[in-house]
């Protein structure tokens, strides 16, 4: 009876605000209580735990729990109202769009003077209407990016070039689209051009920030900076030629270039899919577009590469480099009512010593944030090659707070031509012209002063 009891008050815990179980005692003052949406680094995490508790006697267990992107904001909600919280991962967009209220700002620890800064600044939060100094409340651990996983080895079969254009993007697509339906008996047979996990939804706005990257980055490059600068002169539009044709492409990609099969693929099988093919129609995806978050979760036994979409006729922009849809990813925030504020900063400063840090980032395969940690993996730093690309802040990442945005069923129904363009940025611009008085207040949250 009393192991269904803690059972309970487990799920309780997890599902249910403060006051539906206060017959569990509520969160014990010796548990540190760690909450996170990465379950796919769920073996760094455990050492992390391990250690803290090797260090910190006091404390009988780490209580550390892992949710699917789908369910976090739901469970993170009720960890805020219930106090079982303590740790939690979060991103530096969440912070710009509210989950700031809940941050507590870090003290200054030595392993900080080892974090680039840059990582410092996008993890640091400024409101000029409230005054003071910028505070670091949460701590970047990984850099993500929007691409377009190829198979090598399959380019190299049917002698296919990345392509640099959305012209040739198309052509590829096209052709392997036709091998597809038309396989040839002596090579690899093609299931479809492109696979990715459209039935979480959320994954298409990888492909929304791509095609923003590139038409809106290259054709408008101040469209966000007009944002950020709001006045009452500003024209935004998001039913004008640019942005029509940012939805245009995505649909055409869904429409076109994506098996109607995928649909009901879930994200969790996409990289599987990727990886080992389609074993039951003994064939291939030479594409896969995702983010970099899945590096980890490639088991592919074949050459893997990787390029940013082309989504315009010229992608080079006025650097002389093409864009690159990024966002900073994952980072680890203290709850600010947590009664054991400390313990949780050192929580965090254990991620990042560096044997910890470096596992963690040759395990997920990402770029270092700290000087003192590199990253060796090729396709990773080829990815990431300031030389090759600029760094564009994803769509769905840089607008203010309470600002209309495409949703991911949206973009969904849009990919599947359940919506049309246009509808997509009528509807837009209406939510904007709308909702102005929400979101205008917002347009001066940064990370610094300046």
Same mark, same amino acid.
């Given at each position: 009876?009393?192991?269904?009891?803690?059972?309970?008050?487990?799920?309780?815990?997890?599902?249910?605000?403060?006051?539906?179980?206060?017959?569990?005692?509520?969160?014990? $003052?010796?548990?540190?209580?760690?909450?996170?949406?990465? =379950?796919?680094?769920?073996?760094?995490?455990?050492?992390?735990?391990?250690?803290?508790?090797?260090?910190? %006697?006091?404390?009988?267990?780490?209580?550390?729990?892992?949710?699917?992107?789908?369910?976090?904001?739901?469970?993170?909600?009720?960890?805020?109202?219930?106090?079982?919280?303590?740790?939690?991962?979060?991103?530096?967009?969440?912070?710009?769009?509210?989950? &700031?209220?809940?941050?507590? %700002?870090?003290?200054?620890?030595?392993?900080?003077?080892?974090?680039?800064?840059? #990582?410092?600044?996008?993890?640091?939060?400024?409101?000029?209407?409230?005054?003071?100094? =910028?505070?670091?409340?949460?701590? =970047?651990?990984?850099?993500?990016?929007?691409?377009?996983? #190829?198979?090598?080895? +399959?380019?190299?079969? #049917?002698?296919?070039?990345?392509?640099?254009?959305?012209?040739?993007?198309?052509? *590829?697509?096209?052709?392997?689209?036709?091998? /597809?339906?038309?396989?040839?008996?002596?090579? @690899?047979?093609?299931?479809?051009?492109?696979?990715?996990?459209?039935?979480?939804?959320?994954?298409?706005?990888?492909?929304?920030?791509?095609?923003?990257?590139?038409?809106?980055?290259?054709?408008?490059?101040?469209?966000?900076?007009?944002?950020?600068?709001?006045?009452?002169?500003?024209?935004?539009?998001?039913?004008?030629? &640019?942005?029509?044709?940012?939805?245009?492409?995505?649909?055409?990609?869904?429409?076109?270039?994506?098996?109607?099969?995928?649909?009901?693929?879930?994200?969790?099988?996409?990289?599987?899919?990727? $990886?080992?093919?389609?074993?039951?129609?003994?064939?291939?995806?030479?594409?896969?577009?995702?983010?970099?978050?899945?590096? $980890?979760?490639?088991?592919?036994?074949?050459?893997?590469? /990787?390029? /940013? *979409?082309?989504?315009?006729?010229? %992608?080079?922009?006025?650097?002389?480099?093409?864009?690159? !849809?990024?966002?900073?990813?994952?980072?680890?925030?203290?709850?600010?009512?947590?009664?054991?504020?400390? /313990?949780?900063?050192?929580?965090?400063?254990?991620?990042?010593?560096?044997?910890?840090?470096?596992?963690?980032?040759?395990?997920?395969?990402?770029?270092?944030?700290?000087?003192?940690?590199?990253?060796?993996?090729? *396709?990773?730093?080829? +990815?990431?090659?300031?030389?090759?690309?600029?760094?564009?802040?994803?769509?769905?990442?840089?607008? %203010?707070?309470?600002? =209309?945005?495409? !949703?991911? @069923?949206?973009?969904?129904?849009?990919?599947?031509?359940?919506?049309?363009?246009?509808?997509?940025?009528?509807? *837009?611009?209406?939510?904007?012209?709308?909702?102005?008085?929400?979101?205008?207040?917002?347009?001066?949250?940064?990370?610094?002063?300046?």
């Amino acid at each position: 009876m009393k192991r269904f009891a803690k059972i309970l008050c487990a799920l309780l815990a997890a599902i249910l605000p403060l006051g539906a179980f206060a017959a569990c005692g509520g969160a014990a $003052s010796d548990v540190l209580y760690v909450l996170s949406f990465k =379950p796919e680094y769920d073996e760094i995490f455990e050492e992390v735990n391990q250690i803290f508790l090797d260090e910190h %006697p006091e404390m009988s267990s780490v209580d550390y729990r892992t949710v699917d992107t789908n369910n976090y904001n739901s469970v993170f909600t009720s960890r805020i109202q219930s106090g079982y919280l303590d740790v939690f991962t979060s991103e530096v967009t969440y912070m710009m769009q509210g989950s &700031n209220n809940y941050m507590e %700002p870090l003290e200054h620890r030595d392993y900080m003077g080892d974090v680039a800064d840059e #990582y410092l600044t996008l993890g640091s939060f400024y409101d000029p209407s409230e005054g003071g100094e =910028p505070e670091l409340l949460t701590m =970047p651990i990984e850099r993500v990016a929007n691409v377009v996983y #190829y198979n090598k080895d +399959i380019f190299e079969e #049917y002698e296919q070039e990345v392509p640099t254009t959305w012209d040739e993007f198309c052509t *590829l697509c096209e052709y392997f689209n036709f091998k /597809a339906n038309e396989p040839e008996k002596e090579k @690899s047979k093609i299931e479809s051009p492109i696979i990715f996990g459209a039935r979480s939804e959320w994954p298409a706005m990888t492909i929304l920030n791509s095609v923003v990257a590139d038409v809106i980055g290259i054709n408008q490059p101040d469209f966000f900076d007009e944002i950020v600068n709001y006045d009452t002169n500003t024209n935004i539009r998001f039913n004008n030629a &640019n942005w029509v044709e940012v939805f245009e492409r995505t649909q055409q990609i869904g429409t076109d270039y994506v098996d109607s099969d995928i649909y009901g693929l879930d994200y969790s099988f996409a990289a599987t899919y990727f $990886s080992i093919g389609n074993t039951t129609n003994n064939s291939w995806y030479p594409m896969m577009i995702d983010g970099t978050w899945v590096n $980890s979760q490639i088991t592919a036994e074949f050459e893997v590469g /990787a390029f /940013a *979409l082309p989504a315009v006729s010229d %992608p080079t922009n006025a650097e002389g480099k093409k864009n690159l !849809s990024v966002k900073t990813g994952a980072t680890l925030s203290v709850f600010n009512r947590s009664n054991k504020k400390d /313990a949780a900063q050192d929580y965090i400063e254990i991620f990042f010593r560096d044997e910890i840090y470096q596992k963690f980032v040759d395990f997920a395969k990402t770029p270092s944030v700290k000087e003192t940690v590199k990253q060796t993996d090729t *396709l990773v730093n080829s +990815i990431f090659d300031e030389n090759k690309y600029t760094f564009v802040e994803a769509y769905d990442s840089r607008m %203010p707070r309470y600002f =209309p945005l495409v !949703s991911a @069923s949206e973009a969904v129904a849009l990919m599947k031509g359940q919506i049309t363009a246009q509808t997509v940025a009528d509807t *837009l611009q209406n939510q904007v012209e709308l909702n102005k008085v929400d979101w205008q207040e917002y347009t001066q949250l940064s990370h610094t002063k300046s």
